[in-house]
């Protein structure tokens, strides 16, 4: 059976990128995967520390981080995992420094500094994973591809992911409803209206996206489990 892991870097509860997640991991289920929810910001933890354990010569620690805290048995599992998708908020253009802390601790025991024969870097991965990031914004799409170069930045993430678990694609929720009364909050660049209007038309579209990249890296990853 495919394991799909979906990790929730965003603080808030029930909000644009919960929901998002809920969906990807409906899709995940529906193609037939056992899905576990991880939330990062239940349990304090830190990036990786650069002590390097996981390169040292004939290390014990070489494929899985040797810091031992909450996340640890996180990051076990998710070495099981066929299919991981993880979900952040934008924050100041970048995603949320847990998104980046949990990435670096994911990703860096199963990278190395080393090239086999053939001159391909090699990976302490114990399997290749299809990985998913849904990424949720405030700005417009327009603004988010354009100005503001967020294909870029968020690329970043979505190349190294891939470079180092196998495979990774993202999905785009932009110019999300991010308060539950706009008259409550000191916020006039935003036009209540028209994002209620985005919220009501668009978001619904975000979340079958979600769904369907859920429903599709399992069924990709079955084949390989198969
Ligand atoms: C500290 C902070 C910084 C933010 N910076 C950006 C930003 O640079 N660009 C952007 O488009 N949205 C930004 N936002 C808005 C959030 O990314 C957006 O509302 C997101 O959908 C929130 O996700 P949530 O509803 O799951 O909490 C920021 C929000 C916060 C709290």
Same mark, same amino acid.
């Given at each position: ?14 909000? +644009? ?29 830190? @990036? ?9 010569? +004939? ?12 996340? #640890? ?23 949320? @420094?847990?998104? #980046? ?36 914004? +405030? ?6 591809? @354009? ?18 678990? @196998? ?20 916020? +006039? ?9 985005? #919220? ?27």
């Amino acid at each position: 059976m495919v394991k799909a892991m979906i990790v929730d870097a965003g603080p808030r509860r029930g909000w +644009n990128t919960e929901q998002l997640l809920d969906a990807a991991a409906e899709g995940a289920a529906a193609a037939g995967a056992e899905v576990e929810r991880v939330r990062l910001y239940d349990e304090p933890f830190l @990036g990786c520390r650069s002590c390097f354990a996981c390169k040292a010569k +004939n290390s014990r620690s070489i494929g899985v981080c040797a810091v031992r805290d909450w996340l #640890r048995p996180v990051l076990e599992r998710a070495a099981e995992a066929d299919v991981i998708i993880i979900g952040s908020p934008i924050y100041y253009s970048q995603p949320t @420094g847990v998104f #980046r802390a949990f990435m670096e601790r994911l990703c860096f025991p199963w990278d190395s500094y080393s090239k086999d024969e053939s001159g391909t870097r090699i990976r302490y991965i114990p399997k290749d994973k299809r990985c998913g990031l849904v990424w949720t914004m +405030n700005c417009p799409k327009q603004f988010a591809f @354009g100005g503001a170069n967020y294909d870029a930045l968020l690329g970043i993430s979505e190349r190294e992911i891939g470079r180092v678990l @196998g495979h990774c694609e993202s999905v785009w929720s932009c110019d999300t409803y991010q308060f539950r009364d706009y008259d409550r909050y000191e916020a +006039n660049m935003f036009d209540e209206e028209h994002k209620a209007q985005h #919220r009501d038309e668009q978001f619904p579209v975000d979340l079958a996206d979600a769904r369907a990249m859920g429903e599709r890296l399992v069924l990709a990853a079955a084949k390989e489990v198969a």
